[in-house]
């Protein structure tokens, strides 16, 4: 069974500073891995997805990289903001139907 | 385009109750889900439909039934809730390639 962890669970930065988000997966044969965010109290927002046989993947400020042998992925956000302040999910779709094993989060605060 | 949609967004149910919970995506996707968040935790797949008329058991499925009776809908139904299915339930489909998937903005339901 696939199970994906996130570490931290929760980080606080001062704005400006660029920060690492960490995710790891037990099971290597993955179709794809996406980051998401996720509002207090609202839906998923889809912020970048990379499939099997890439390594990164990169959308303004953030940047993604998988490394699917070792079972990690990490999320870059460069020069961040108090806008960034969510929590960021990492979710692992697999070979068959697609489905997203999510980990539990980190929450992040950006203080002004 | 109004993307996926889910209704109600809010619901209160008393223990043995039933409700239907609503999911509609207007992008032509075949494949949709039913995912549940608990607080703290990352989503858990619920139900997987990978075409009008065909679902399939995901992690959690215990309590539910689910409908796919068109490409568009796709419901979740709670035959006789009970307190462990306080939740936040998402609604979510498949657009592919590169097979990103796509989320309701979610239906947080209490049973008392």
């Known amino acids: 069974k696939q199970e994906v962890t996130q570490i931290p669970a929760a980080l606080s930065v001062p704005e400006g500073e660029n920060l690492v988000l960490n995710c790891s997966f037990t099971?290597?044969?993955?179709?794809?891995l996406q980051w998401f965010r996720q509002d207090p109290g609202k839906g998923l927002t889809s912020l970048l997805l990379?499939?099997?046989?890439?390594r990164e993947q990169t959308s303004g400020r953030l940047n993604a990289s998988l490394d699917k042998s070792s079972g990690r992925s990490t999320l870059y956000i460069a020069a961040s903001q108090p806008g960034d302040s969510a929590t960021y999910l990492c979710?692992?779709?697999?070979?068959?139907?697609?489905?997203?094993?999510f980990g539990s989060g980190t929450r992040l605060q950006v203080q002004p | 385009n109004a993307g996926v949609t889910q209704t109600p967004k809010f619901q209160v149910l008393k223990t043995g109750q039933s409700m239907t919970l609503q999911c509609a995506q207007d992008?032509?996707?075949?494949?949709m889900y039913w995912y549940r968040q608990d607080p703290g935790m990352g989503l858990r797949l619920i139900y997987y439909?990978?075409?009008?008329?065909?679902?399939d058991k995901g992690e959690v499925p215990n309590g539910y039934n689910v409908s796919r009776l068109n490409k568009r809908e796709f419901s979740l139904r709670l035959e006789s809730a009970a307190p462990s299915q306080t939740s936040v339930y998402f609604c979510?489909?498949?657009?592919?390639?590169?097979?990103?998937?796509?989320f309701g903005p979610g239906t947080r339901l209490t049973v008392l």
């Open positions: 979710a692992v779709g697999d070979m068959g139907r697609r489905a997203l094993t």
């Open positions: 099971d290597s044969a993955i179709y794809n």
């Open positions: 990379i499939q099997s046989s890439q």
């Open positions: 992008m032509n996707h075949n494949s």
């Open positions: 439909s990978a075409s009008e008329g065909t679902t």
């Open positions: 979510a489909s498949l657009k592919g390639p590169p097979d990103t998937q796509y």
